[in-house]
């Protein structure tokens, strides 16, 4: 997610837009790879400790699109530094990490969202529309399947994989798009 999340504020500095972000700082665990993302996506520099970023003063949003167990401890801390936050889902590894995260920043007063991006997928946003002008009539039942084959082939020892990194598994990791791509839809 974090690719995603680079190449589309890197395309906001190139569109008509009131507002064009200015990538100040990327972090990441590993240095090397972090400093090629930095250059590939035109980030102002590389850091590997996300505790920089949220002392930063040019850091107005922290992004955080990390492993999973990186979700909750970072992003509250960026709230609690008053600054604005967008973070993947999960938002943390049990209910009571991402309820305090909530609570942190509704007591911080800075905008908050999760990262559900299927929101944003053309066909989604056209059944919504459907859905909304009544062209459905009244939806009683939603049914939905998560049809990637990407872990198939994918390295085992990606976070994803191990529990400790990931959290909850395929049906929080994934399912929870599901979750909310109908909440979304149809309330």
């Known amino acids: 997610m974090g690719r995603a999340h680079s190449r589309a504020l890197l395309a906001l500095q190139h ?3 009131p507002l064009r972000p200015e990538l100040v700082s990327i972090s990441g665990r590993n240095r090397e790879a972090v400093e090629r993302a930095r250059r590939l996506w035109d ?3 590389a850091v590997t400790d996300w505790r920089e970023q949220v002392a930063d003063a040019r850091v107005g949003i922290f992004d955080n699109a990390g492993p999973n167990a990186a979700h909750a401890e970072p992003t509250i801390a960026a709230a609690r530094a ?4 967008l973070c993947e889902k999960p938002l943390g590894l049990t209910a ?4 305090e995260l909530w609570q942190v920043a509704e007591a911080a007063g800075v905008h908050h969202l999760c990262g559900f991006n299927y929101r944003f997928v053309p066909a ?3 059944a919504r529309e459907l859905v909304q002008a009544g062209e459905l009539g ?6 939905a399947r998560y049809l990637q084959s990407w872990g198939w082939d994918a390295d085992p020892e990606l976070w994803r994989f191990d529990q400790a990194e990931a959290g909850s598994g395929a049906i929080g990791d994934l399912g929870a798009h599901i ?4 909440r979304y839809l149809v309330g």
């Open 15 to 17: 569109l008509d837009v």
């Open 124 to 126: 989604v946003r056209l």
């Open 82 to 85: 008053g600054k604005h936050v």
């Open 43 to 45: 980030w102002g520099e």
């Open 179 to 182: 979750v909310d791509i109908a």
């Open 138 to 143: 009244e939806i009683v039942h939603f049914r």
């Open 96 to 99: 009571g990490e991402s309820y």
